[in-house]
């Protein structure tokens, strides 16, 4: 099955600056990923996606890359925010399969 | 839109002893899965229905655990007897059909210490 590797567990950044979490999977099958971010006390949101015929997707402050070749792919967060702290997930899965296998997640602290 | 109601939030229960968890999923989301989340770590996919049909249960302790959907909406989540190493935060999530993990919605979750 899908294994998907999540790096830093824990990441500590000034506000304003950036952030980037980075995710590898197994399963060269895999073409759909995901990116969630849980608060506490709260479930996981689904923030933003990419799939594997795109090596590259942005919203405002939040990017996400994709080396299909490396099956390597990572969150870019720019200009953070003290509301962007909160544990972020990647996850893994295949087009038409709902089964979505998530990363170990990564607690991001922004300083004010 | 109202979103995914779970309840309880929060149970406490002695090893043993038998709890169950509900989830009211989005209006109209045909897909319903129920996650474990241990502290520390990525949900974990339990069971996942389509209506009140078992898609997958592959990694549901069918010993200990069961869960059902009835009419293809409202589903519970029952655990019996519970172990210590069921303390976790169990999220009911929803979606509709089609794309893997999109427009995948989760509730607030249940957090079960079992002592």
């Known amino acids: 099955g899908e294994n998907v590797e999540q790096h830093p567990s824990t990441l500590s950044v000034q506000e304003g600056d950036s952030a980037v979490i980075k995710c590898t999977y197994s399963?060269?099958?895999?073409?759909?990923f995901p990116w969630y971010k849980q608060e506490l006390g709260k479930g996981p949101q689904l923030i933003i996606d990419i799939r594997s015929n795109v090596g590259e997707k942005k919203d405002q402050r939040i990017a996400v890359t994709l080396n299909k070749t490396a099956k390597h792919f990572s969150l870019h967060i720019t200009e953070t925010q003290p509301e962007d702290s909160a544990v972020y997930f990647c996850?893994?899965?295949?087009?038409?399969?709902?089964?979505?296998?998530f990363g170990t997640g990564t607690k991001l602290q922004v300083i004010p | 839109e109202a979103g995914v109601a779970q309840s309880p939030r929060y149970k406490i229960i002695e090893k043993r002893q038998s709890v169950a968890f509900w989830c009211n999923p989005i209006?109209?989301?045909?897909?319903l899965y129920w996650y474990q989340q241990i502290l520390g770590q990525g949900p974990k996919l339990l069971i996942q229905?389509?209506?009140?049909?078992?898609?997958?249960d592959s990694q549901l302790p069918k010993d200990r655990f069961s869960a059902e959907r009835l009419k293809g909406v409202d589903s519970t989540l029952k655990i019996q007897p519970a172990k210590l190493e069921d303390s976790a935060v169990y999220l009911c999530?929803?979606?509709?059909?089609?794309?893997?993990?999109?427009?995948?919605?989760f509730g607030p979750g249940t957090r079960l210490t079992v002592t």
């Open positions: 209006s109209g989301h045909a897909t």
């Open positions: 399963d060269s099958a895999s073409n759909y």
């Open positions: 996850a893994a899965s295949r087009v038409g399969y709902q089964k979505v296998t």
């Open positions: 999530a929803s979606s509709s059909p089609g794309l893997a993990g999109a427009g995948k919605y």
């Open positions: 229905f389509q209506n009140n049909g078992v898609v997958d």
